[in-house]
């Protein structure tokens, strides 16, 4: 069964939006100090226009997320996740299976790669998205599973030193910080499971 795209919505949109403050602290310790803002303002920027989404077949409302996400949320949070959200939509048969989600989630992931210039370990989203999509795609994932990994990677951020990104001008002081993006990848990852395990 397909998930309920306006639940799905409704609940990531508000956890990012409840998490914007901390996403604010950490980009604050390695970045410009606008991670948190920036997505809260692109996710009530997604609600303004809920009507309008939700009104779409469920691939089509996923690429007007992400077109929504690139055009409303500022640095390269915008571009990516709007990427995340496009390709997805691209991907993602009608009635997805868990399979299916992992093949999307990876194919999403090589999108960010090339449109970020950046890779796994190198202190961005990438490292928790990567890690999922491999382990949705290997058929032995369950909703525990996913949201262990996912935290279990936004954690394996913190002794990174940054390649990419506005931390990465930092250098060696990028390390002992966890990532804003692979935290609030983490946070759009454990509200997903939420909703399809029908605890949200």
């Known amino acids: 069964m397909a998930p309920p795209l306006d639940l799905l919505l409704d609940t990531v949109a508000a956890r990012i939006i409840a998490a914007a403050d901390e996403l604010t602290a950490l980009d604050s310790a390695i970045g ?6 920036n997505m809260k303002r692109g996710f009530e920027a997604v ?4 009507a309008q989404i939700l009104a779409k077949p469920p691939g089509e409302a996923l690429k007007a997320i992400g077109m929504t996400l690139v055009m409303k949320v500022g640095g390269a949070s915008g571009p990516l996740y709007g990427t995340l959200f496009m390709t ?12 299916d989600m992992g093949r999307a989630l990876s194919a999403a992931v090589e999108a960010l790669k ?21 382990h949705l795609a290997s058929g032995n994932a369950s909703f ?11 954690e394996a951020t913190i002794p990174m030193k940054a390649i990419k990104g506005r931390a990465s001008f930092l250098g060696d002081r990028s390390i002992g910080h966890m990532d804003p993006g692979a935290r609030s990848s983490q946070i759009m990852i454990e509200a997903v499971c939420d909703v399809l395990e029908g605890k949200a």
Request: hydrophobic fraction near 45%.
């Open 32 to 37: 410009d100090a606008d991670h948190g803002l």
């Open 47 to 50: 609600l303004a226009d809920k």
């Open 88 to 99: 997805l939509g691209k991907e993602l048969p009608a009635e997805p299976t868990v399979a």
């Open 114 to 134: 090339a449109r970020g210039k950046a890779d796994f370990d190198n202190k961005t989203m990438l490292d928790v998205l990567g890690p999922v999509a491999r």
């Open 144 to 154: 525990a599973s996913v949201r262990a990994l996912a935290a279990e990677r936004a």
